[in-house]
């Protein structure tokens, strides 16, 4: 995806949650009364003149999500008044399901995410980010002992810097500083490191930026049938406590619903199940973007509510101790861990792994746990 400077641009300007007073979940609003008191009359009246902005924006909104997900009249009404009455965006109020005010209380709305984040993980917001780049995620993993996909080769400006041997394996590519699946290529098996060398620069003619190429991963048997072609993963967010150690606050795992699609992620129209933290077991599947609940694989029939994750205890404890021994200098980060056959594999790890998703599929916002009491922690002690 590259440096995305129009990204960057557009979180720069973190919106004020109200016109005067803030309106915000419970957990924050200890954050929101210290902003409020810090800022100049200048940047209150033009958070003052955003605030009636955003409150104007609202009815247009939510008519445009009453279309993009086909819901009736009644919703609307409803959605524009709980959006004013809790400053929140109506899209938020129909993907997290919300019907009444009140309810928006724990939730993290997604306006929200990017100032907290660059509050408590600033270096997830520079260049030098090591989780936003592949090659240098892996880098630290192996200098740590992390178990981790190996890497085949590092394709940069049409060269390729050999690591492991192909030996005939399935192998894919993915553009080092890609998110959520984007731009990866399957490129079959090659013989031998010389049939690499000789045929990858073909493979990926179409592909641009630094590339890294693995082995294809195999999902764990108990999975199978739920991950159809794509490798399904979960995401387990883990923040630093108050002692400064790693704690897993959040885990959601994701999976395709469509057999031909070749990645997990949400945009593929992949299903998303929150993770029982304690028992890894799955809550009720619903997809990222609209729709209904899943109780069995829409496709597969296999059961989804209720299955346990295999080996949950060791992909907890590979999160916990890669954040502890590898990216310590990082308050969050949301890890994508393969369940493969061997054991627990790191995937990616995210300085940046938003709020969508692990809400909408455990139906309750992140401020009701763990999650909540240590982001309010960093936040008062970064301020």
Same mark, same amino acid.
């Given at each position: 995806?590259?440096?995305?400077?129009?990204?960057?641009?557009?979180?720069?300007?973190?919106?004020?949650?109200?016109? &005067?007073?803030?309106?915000?979940?419970?957990? /924050?609003?200890?954050?929101?009364?210290?902003?409020?008191?810090?800022?100049?009359?200048?940047?209150?009246?033009? =958070?003052?003149?955003?605030?009636?902005?955003?409150?104007?924006?609202?009815?247009?909104?939510?008519?445009?999500?009453?279309?993009?997900?086909?819901?009736?009249?009644?919703?609307?009404?409803?959605?524009?008044?709980?959006?004013?009455?809790?400053?929140?965006?109506?899209?938020?109020?129909?993907?997290?399901?919300?019907?009444?005010?009140?309810?928006?209380?724990?939730?993290?709305?997604?306006?929200?995410?990017?100032?907290?984040?660059?509050?408590?993980?600033?270096?997830?917001?520079?260049?030098?980010?090591?989780?936003?780049?592949?090659?240098?995620?892996?880098?630290?993993?192996?200098?740590?002992?992390?178990?981790?996909?190996?890497?085949?080769?590092?394709?940069?400006?049409?060269?390729?810097?050999?690591?492991?041997?192909?030996?005939?394996?399935? /192998?894919?590519?993915?553009?080092?500083?890609?998110?959520?699946?984007?731009?990866?290529?399957?490129?079959?098996?090659?013989?031998?490191?010389?049939?690499?060398?000789?045929?990858?620069?073909?493979?990926?003619?179409?592909?641009?930026?630094?590339?890294?190429?693995?082995?294809?991963?195999?999902?764990?048997?108990?999975?199978?049938?739920?991950?159809?072609?794509?490798?399904?993963?979960?995401?387990?967010?883990?923040?630093?406590?108050?002692?400064?150690?790693?704690?897993?606050?959040?885990?959601?795992?994701?999976?395709?619903?469509?057999?031909?699609?070749? &990645?997990?992620?949400?945009?593929?129209?992949?299903?998303?199940?929150?993770?029982?933290?304690?028992?890894?077991?799955?809550?009720?599947?619903?997809?990222?973007?609209?729709?209904?609940?899943?109780?069995?694989?829409?496709?597969?029939?296999?059961?989804?509510?209720?299955?346990?994750?295999?080996?949950?205890?060791?992909?907890?404890?590979?999160?916990?101790?890669?954040?502890?021994?590898?990216?310590?200098?990082?308050?969050?980060?949301?890890?994508?861990?393969?369940?493969?056959?061997?054991?627990?594999? /790191?995937?990616?790890?995210?300085?940046?792994?938003?709020?969508?998703?692990?809400?909408?599929?455990?139906?309750?916002?992140?401020? =009701?746990?763990?999650?909540? &009491?240590?982001?309010?922690?960093?936040?008062?002690?970064?301020?």
């Amino acid at each position: 995806m590259g440096y995305d400077r129009l990204y960057f641009l557009k979180k720069a300007y973190a919106i004020y949650p109200g016109v &005067v007073a803030p309106v915000s979940a419970g957990f /924050l609003a200890d954050h929101y009364r210290r902003r409020r008191a810090r800022r100049g009359p200048l940047r209150a009246a033009l =958070d003052a003149l955003v605030g009636l902005g955003f409150q104007a924006w609202i009815p247009w909104r939510a008519r445009k999500v009453q279309r993009k997900f086909g819901l009736d009249d009644a919703w609307r009404a409803r959605a524009v008044e709980i959006a004013r009455a809790r400053f929140a965006d109506p899209q938020d109020v129909a993907l997290f399901r919300i019907d009444e005010a009140g309810a928006l209380d724990g939730y993290v709305r997604r306006f929200e995410d990017a100032a907290l984040n660059k509050r408590i993980n600033p270096l997830g917001w520079t260049r030098d980010c090591a989780l936003a780049d592949k090659a240098r995620f892996y880098a630290r993993c192996r200098d740590a002992g992390l178990p981790h996909p190996e890497t085949v080769a590092v394709v940069e400006a049409g060269r390729l810097t050999p690591g492991a041997d192909p030996a005939g394996r399935e /192998l894919v590519a993915k553009p080092a500083d890609g998110e959520g699946g984007d731009g990866l290529v399957m490129l079959g098996a090659f013989a031998d490191p010389d049939d690499l060398a000789a045929r990858l620069a073909g493979a990926l003619r179409a592909s641009r930026g630094t590339l890294v190429v693995q082995p294809r991963i195999a999902t764990h048997p108990a999975l199978r049938d739920l991950a159809l072609q794509a490798l399904p993963t979960v995401r387990v967010v883990t923040l630093l406590d108050e002692a400064g150690a790693p704690e897993v606050v959040s885990a959601t795992f994701r999976f395709a619903s469509d057999p031909a699609a070749q &990645v997990d992620n949400m945009k593929a129209g992949g299903l998303i199940a929150a993770v029982d933290l304690e028992a890894g077991t799955l809550g009720v599947a619903c997809r990222g973007y609209g729709g209904g609940d899943h109780h069995v694989h829409p496709v597969t029939a296999a059961p989804i509510a209720g299955r346990a994750l295999p080996d949950w205890a060791a992909a907890k404890g590979l999160c916990a101790r890669a954040h502890a021994q590898a990216f310590a200098d990082y308050a969050l980060v949301g890890w994508d861990v393969a369940m493969a056959p061997d054991g627990p594999l /790191l995937i990616e790890g995210n300085g940046k792994p938003g709020v969508l998703m692990p809400q909408r599929a455990a139906r309750r916002g992140l401020g =009701d746990g763990r999650y909540g &009491v240590l982001l309010a922690h960093h936040l008062a002690t970064k301020a």
